[in-house]
């Protein structure tokens, strides 16, 4: 680990894989950090603050038990719907609505694609602009959210994992959403 107090920001890194067991998923992990930075920022009251937390690298899930037991299938269900990898598989299939998602430009709902621009590739992905730096999000009527594009386009690919990683930044419900919270990208929902 490593802090810059000129930056305000901790930055952090593994040369080893990070174990974790999720035994509310029912996961065991291998997590390889490659990027992790947490900037911090002082409110009005002199308060310091988390302003924002990014992370990269490459999960390695294997199942705790050989067959799954049902409340991590039930977990898993819960952990999946709301979720960015929800939204993005949502986004990309042009189903945000009929997957509970609404969008908003500051207050105002809108449609749900007014503000991006789909197009399908052949290999199962999309390419996606955003037309406006930050649109929020209510899924479901509960979980306020908010999803900013420094850059665009980004893509989706076949699974619902976004790229480039750190042109999309989630807010809200969904930003604070961490490692625990991940599924695979080959998890499929059975509802």
Not at 171 to 184: F, S
């Amino acid at each position: 680990m490593y802090y810059s107090k000129k930056e305000d920001i901790l930055y952090a890194y593994a040369n080893k894989p990070i174990k974790v067991e999720n035994k509310f998923l029912g996961y065991n992990l291998e997590y390889h950090l490659q990027d992790f930075e947490v900037r911090y920022k002082t409110n009005a009251n002199g308060f310091r603050l988390t302003g924002s937390v990014f992370y990269a690298g490459t999960t390695l899930f294997m199942e705790i038990d050989k067959k799954p037991r049902r409340k991590y299938i039930k977990n898993r269900e819960l952990t999946y719907f709301g979720s960015t990898l929800h939204f993005m598989r949502a986004l990309s299939a042009k189903r945000l609505t009929e997957e509970k998602f609404r969008i908003f430009k500051e207050s105002l709902e809108v449609q749900p694609y007014d503000y991006y621009k789909i197009e399908k590739i052949e290999d199962g992905s999309a390419k996606v602009v955003q037309s406006l730096e930050r649109l929020n999000i209510l899924y479901n009527r509960w979980s306020n959210s908010f999803i900013m594009v420094t850059q665009n386009p980004f893509y989706i690919d076949a699974y619902g994992n976004h790229s480039p990683v750190d042109v999309v930044l989630f807010g809200g419900d969904m930003g604070l959403l961490r490692i625990a919270n991940t599924l695979p990208l080959n998890y499929e929902s059975t509802n």
